[in-house]
């Protein structure tokens, strides 16, 4: 059996562009997670990853990422506040950051934040990016 290329299509994809944190790389193909000023890498099955890196990029360089999810909209930010790359889950003023796994409450998670906001304001969200859950 032969090696063949992977397809693409990115006609439905949202790609963002984002710089390369000084000591950060990302690899074409691999998951990448939200660092303090770009993202990353990510290093362990507990990072919250937003997406494909498109490019290979060194420090300081801009990439192309592949977002999860169906598209960014703006979401009303709830009492608890959002971070970018948690998952966003309902609370009764807003969406607030989540955690997947290891309760026993039902949780509704909605996709993704983008960007930190505090509660009233809005923030990006990647919608419906739930692309994590506890497994093997």
Known sequence: MSNTRA???YDK???VSYVIPS???TV???PVKISTTGVEKIAATTDEAIGIA???CAATATCRVALWGQGRVKALVGTAGATAGKYAKYASDGLVDGTVGGGTTNVQFCG???ETAAVG???SLNLGAFTAGVGS
């Open 13 to 15: 994809c949202d790609i």
């Open 28 to 30: 074409a193909g691999y």
């Open 121 to 123: 304001e809005f923030a």
């Open 7 to 9: 397809k693409v299509d």
């Open 54 to 56: 498109l490019d290979t």
């Open 112 to 114: 993704q934040f983008l």
């Open 23 to 25: 000591g950060k790389t």
